[in-house]
């Protein structure tokens, strides 16, 4: 199988290895991909938000699956080009990637396929927002409708500050604040059918004791030893099936990765959010763990035959990644510095997120720079792994959270 995936981050890094384990991958091509990437495949020059020169691109090669990393050329409608030349794509058309494109449409497909979520208004002017806010009280869950980096939700026990946000946006989503902790279950589906992944958690915020600001994530670990068994049974039973019967049902099937970002409240499961695509950090930790042959598996989802595929089998390992920023991240990253000490070994992975080559020599080009990825036969094992090897990484001014899958990692050994 020949297989071309588009990006360019560390979740790209991620799939590319595991995309490379699989024993009936032939050719693995990435675009744009970085420097950790080109290490382990092909990587080619282009500009991710042009439909047609991935599908160019993917008709030169004679590609059998295309898999698409980030959401924009999803939304951006890059499936739905695909299908018209019939080659087979692993990411929703832009249709279905709008269960991530727009939170006001999401909350509608959850209502009618009768998901659990936060209870919310979509307010248009300054009386609805004002509104729903009251109706809701502190603290205030502001959601852009669009897509926005990670920047367009603002949790805030700060009336005016939630009002000034919401105004930024021609629609928002208010909702109810969900208590609890966050987990996130991601579901592959062919349109149809769905096989559910190991539940892992992500580390939002900048700093240790979850402080700062929120962030593209800065680490994660999977699986969660604290969560209840039935999760992943009951995530798919009570979100994913429902939510891909649905979009079937409007006659937009969703075919690719469904995200459920869940709260884990005292009143049940709710689903937070739903992306169209693997998260990251979340893929950076899971993928290592993965047994299963993934281009296969992806390749079955993009053709509608998951149902035959089986079920997945995952190593007993645990694993955690920590993700390494740049200085000034995530307000004003700053880029462009040399890093050096990047070592590897059995029980550590270095994955690239942001870093570019510039005479031979390794350099970041964005906020977050590397995710490392430790496994062990435990969290501890699994952190171990992970710190040592980025505590050896040199890159200016750069800063990394101390305490990923730390409480997790404590409450496991006291069982
Ligand atoms: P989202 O982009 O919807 O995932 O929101 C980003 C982050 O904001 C989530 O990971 C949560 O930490 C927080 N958040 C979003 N919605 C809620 C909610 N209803 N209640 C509490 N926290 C929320
Ligand atoms: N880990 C959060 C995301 O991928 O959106």
Redesign the pocket.
Known sequence: MKVLLIGSGGREHALASALNRDPQLEELHVAPGNPGILEIAKCHPLDINDNAAIVKLAKELAIDLVVIGPEKPLVNGVADALAKEKIACFGPSKAAAQLEGSKDFAKKVMHDAGVPTAKSFTCRNQTEIESALDKFGPPYVVKHDGLAA?KGVVVTEDRAFAIEHALQSEQVVIEEFLDGPEV?LFGISDGKFVIPMQPAQ?FKRAFDGDLGPNT??MGAYSPLPWAPDEIIEETLEQVLNPTIAEMAARGTPFVGLL?AGLALTSRGTKVIEF?ARF????TEVLLPRLESPLAQLLYAAATGNLEDFGGLLWRKESAVTVVLASAGYPAAPIIGEPIMGIKTNDHSTVFHAGTELKDGLLHSAGGRVLAVTGLGSDLTEARDAAYRTISKITLHGSHYRSDIALNASVAEKGN
């Open positions: 990670g996130s992500d593209g994530g995200y992306n998260g990251d950090p979340e």
